[in-house]
């Protein structure tokens, strides 16, 4: 079955999202709050979630493998969460624009699971998360270059929308000294040209050689532990230990971006698993429960940078006295903070880690064994309950090995998933998908008999 035909059930199926997004586009930039959220020929408009499901206009139920793009960890409307974000609401002041101590609980939960996380400061999003503390860096080091790594995702802004795909002209340059390309339009060529160079993840060797090299002005590295940017590319032969100890070395700030996986692929993410410890990091999505909590921090050395030195006149900020601004009207917003504290804690419950990588294990395998059965080439990657399929693909352990990857037999997952009562992820071929607490075998087992389906009509396909 051709993802035509998919996508034809799909549209009598979602009849009303149709007549949505007809209407909501005349006002909404796509007809969607994000780009990603775009879906051909109509993005699906949900009416709400419940546990592991989420529900849509038309009446459809989905397993929610999406889990709002990664920061769903106890399902939907989980009744603890609720009663945390109730109780807040009720007692008043939605937005105070002083501290509360709520700021004190927060940070002593988060460094319970992130110890590194010495000092911490709150906004709003990833991407304010990492644009703050690539600032930081700066001020600490005093150099402006930063290194990322090719092809991963930090959020939104102009600093590190780069090296997040390559154009035709590119496509065989070195993978060892990997291009620096802008990410859509706008981004100031300045920034492009004169504030970034681009490591290759899982190539210790190149890193150094690129490290090394640029040591007089690289001052801030910044990667994910595990790339979630293209896919799901766990580290390998201790790359992540290794860029430890040369950043140790040459005097750089390392920040971790642990937005995706913090609190996902263990409670202290991918300095847990991993045991690696950053200099600094930016949490979000899980730490937030459902809510807009963004949290960096790290080093007290370092995240001292942000205290004010000075009152900042303008000869003071021009002598380069003052300290690096750290500020959003939404910082620390009491009812985000409810839910994430209320989400730590139950992530800190003995057995939630155990269920998660059970559930993951049972579907990541189950997946891995259909495709072997079907004779269906593909590497499916996954760190807990963090995976992702790539079609055609035998291994992929770096960037550059996925974008070898089949689009369409994606395609004809996402599609076919919609249909049959499975929402994976957005319609991107190296998307990842997610899963959540209330999740059970037997729900692990529906899914598989989904994907049983959907790999034979794959293959048939071929
Ligand atoms: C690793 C990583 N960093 C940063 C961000 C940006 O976070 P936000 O969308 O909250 O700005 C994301 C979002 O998906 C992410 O996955």
Redesign the pocket.
């Known amino acids: 079955m051709q993802v035509e035909k998919y996508i034809e059930e799909f549209n009598k199926k979602t009849r009303k999202s149709k007549e949505a997004y007809d209407r909501i586009k005349k006002h909404v930039a796509g007809g969607v709050e994000s780009n990603v959220r775009m879906i051909d020929p109509h993005p699906v408009y949900l009416t709400h979630g419940e546990g592991q499901f989420i529900f849509d206009i038309d009446g459809n139920k989905y397993y929610d493998l999406l889990c709002g ?2 920061s769903i960890i106890h399902g939907h409307n989980p009744p603890e969460i609720r009663q945390a974000v109730i109780d807040r609401v009720t007692k008043g002041g939605d937005v105070l624009g002083a501290p509360t101590e709520m700021i004190e609980t927060y940070a002593k939960n988060v460094k319970k699971a992130f110890p590194s996380m010495e000092l911490v400061r709150f906004c709003s ?6 644009m703050n503390l690539i600032r930081i860096a700066r001020s600490y080091t005093g150099k402006e270059k930063i290194a990322k790594v090719e092809g991963s ?4 802004h102009d600093y590190v929308l780069h090296a997040l795909h390559l154009t035709e002209k590119y496509l065989d340059s070195d993978p060892n000294n990997p291009p620096c390309l802008p990410y859509g339009s706008g981004i100031p060529k300045y920034i492009t040209e004169n504030l970034i160079k681009i490591i290759p993840f899982n190539n210790y060797e190149a890193t150094a050689e690129i490290l090394e090299k640029n040591a007089d002005e690289v001052g801030t590295v910044i990667m ?1 532990p595990v790339m ?2 293209g896919g799901v590319i766990p580290p390998k032969d201790d790359y992540l230990k290794k860029v430890r100890k040369l950043t140790e070395k040459l005097g750089m700030v390392l920040i971790f ?1 642990e ?2 996986v913090g609190f996902r692929i263990a409670f202290g993410g991918g300095q847990e698993r991993y045991d690696v410890k950053a200099d600094l990091t ?1 949490l ?2 899980i730490a937030g429960g459902g809510f807009q909590v ?1 949290c960096l921090g790290g080093k007290k050395e370092i995240m001292e940078a942000i205290l004010p030195r000075t009152q900042g006149t303008a000869a003071e900020v021009e002598a380069g006295m003052t300290s690096a601004v750290q500020v959003g009207t939404y910082n620390g917003h009491p009812t985000s903070l409810a839910a994430g504290i209320k989400s730590i804690e139950i992530l800190s419950r003995p057995g939630t880690y155990e269920h998660l990588e059970n559930i993951s294990d049972q579907l990541f395998n189950g997946i891995r064994g259909q495709l072997a059965d079907k004779k269906i080439v593909g590497a499916v990657n996954n760190v807990g309950p963090l995976g992702c399929i790539y079609f055609d693909i035998e291994k992929a352990d770096n960037w550059r090995a996925t974008l070898a990857l089949n689009e369409e037999k994606w395609m004809k997952l996402f599609y076919g998933g919609l249909t049959k009562g499975v929402y994976f992820g957005i319609p991107h071929p190296d998307e990842r998908f997610f899963l959540s607490t209330p999740f059970t075998e037997e729900d692990i087992e529906n899914v598989l008999k989904i994907t049983d389906e959907l790999f034979d009509d794959i293959k048939k396909g071929d």
Do not use: P
Request: proline share 0%; net charge negative.
């Open positions: 793009m990664g999003s990833g991407t304010e998360a990492t995702y930090h959020g939104g994910e979630g940017g971006d937005v995706l930016a979000s999505k963004a």
